[in-house]
């Protein structure tokens, strides 16, 4: 059929069945959400619970008898469906129904995602690490170092709290680039603050730390470019707690971050992920989409390799997300290949 003419049929929420994906730990993804219209199926997984919930008891009505194809319109009627309240959470399952209706567009048209979005999206995607669970000043953290950038990723980010001393987190970074064999990313997952942000990043040449991610608690566009103002030369990336476009496009104006990390589900799905890779093309500002929705940002970085660079993969998470489907999109010598099967390219485990 052709998905032009094909509306969505039901949305419904199920459970992942844990004999198929393997032990569930604390903090796993356990469902998916799957949409369907004329006779096909497309699905999203692993989703969490709360936006899983969301799509169940409110967004998923409201996509019922709308167009497959017209995306746009799908994400206005979710939105305006959610008023106030799109944003965070609103955001995260808007964006998971998003994925999957692409997913099913896809599949309806014997297409990849990414050829949808384009019409040559890229065969390889590059990829960097992050391995943000590792301590650093653990007597393992240089082998596990140095064998993750052994593997050949385009860089690596490893995890800097603003716990300790200034000096040691210096020292930290240093140990972590000699270790890497080349200049790192660090995250500071919002511990930092004004004052140790601005006592720290003026060690942390661009030889050692590529950025320093998430170092103030909020993306708020007063504070950054406040931060930005005092700190001379300051390397930030943020962008993944980030929930409109015009936050985006002020932040990305007036901050100039060293890269814009937003995910692709938490930001509202693949078709509002296509303005911000817009904005951020517009301000010169490199992309590295968050790891978290590993997989539609391989087909949007695919789809616009002009505008996306290498995208996150988390050594550690991303594994145990990919049990919940039926094979694996691994990385190889630093790039993924495209999955050249129809929608989003991987069969969820059901």
């Known amino acids: 059929m052709d998905p032009a003419d094909a509306v969505i049929d039901r949305v ?14 604390a903090g796993d993804s356990r469902y998916a959400v799957v949409v369907e219209a004329s006779g096909e199926t497309g699905v999203f997984a692993p989703v ?6 969301l799509v169940a008891t409110r ?18 009627r979710l939105l305006a469906e959610l008023g106030s309240r799109a944003e965070g959470l609103g955001r995260w399952a808007v964006g998971v129904l998003d ?4 997913d099913l567009h896809g599949r309806l048209a014997n297409l990849p995602v990414a050829a949808l979005l384009s019409n040559r999206p890229a065969r390889r995607v590059p990829v960097y690490a992050s391995w943000l669970s590792l301590d650093l000043a653990a007597a393992s953290a240089a082998d596990s170092v140095k064998a993750t950038a052994g593997e050949g990723f385009t860089f690596t980010k490893w995890a800097l709290r603003g716990g300790a001393e200034a000096a040691e987190m210096v020292l930290l970074a240093r140990r972590a680039a000699a270790w890497a064999g080349h200049s790192v990313a660090v995250d500071a997952l919002g511990t930092w603050g004004h004052l140790r942000t601005m006592e720290v990043a003026p060690l942390l040449d661009s030889e050692m730390v590529r950025w320093v991610e998430d170092p103030l608690a909020r993306t ?12 001379e030369g300051l390397r930030v990336a943020f962008g993944e707690r980030l929930s409109h476009l015009e936050d985006a496009r002020g932040l990305l104006k007036d901050c100039r971050p060293e890269a814009f990390t937003f995910d692709v589900v938490w930001c509202g799905g693949i078709t509002e992920a296509r303005g911000w890779l817009g904005a951020a093309l517009d301000a010169r500002v490199p992309v590295h989409l968050h790891g978290r929705a590993f997989l539609p940002a391989v087909h949007l970085a695919a789809a616009f390799p002009d505008a996306a660079g290498a995208v996150e993969y988390q050594v550690v998470w991303e594994p145990r997300r990919q049990r919940a489907l039926r094979g694996t999109l691994r990385p190889d010598g630093g790039h993924v290949v495209l999955p050249d099967r129809p929608g989003l390219g991987m069969e969820v485990r059901r």
């Not at 069945?17 to 569930?24: F, I, L, Q, Y």
């Not at 409201?62 to 017209?70: C, E, K």
């Not at 994925?99 to 692409?102: E, I, L, S, T």
């Open 48 to 53: 969490d619970e709360l936006p899983a919930a």
């Open 59 to 76: 967004l998923g009505q409201s996509a019922l008898r709308h167009p497959v194809a017209d995306h746009t319109g799908l994400l206005r």
């Open 12 to 25: 419904r929420v199920e459970r992942l069945d844990e004999s198929v994906a393997g032990p569930w730990k």
């Open 220 to 231: 708020d566009r007063t504070a950054y470019t406040r931060l930005r103002s005092r700190s």
């Open 99 to 102: 994925c999957a209706v692409w």
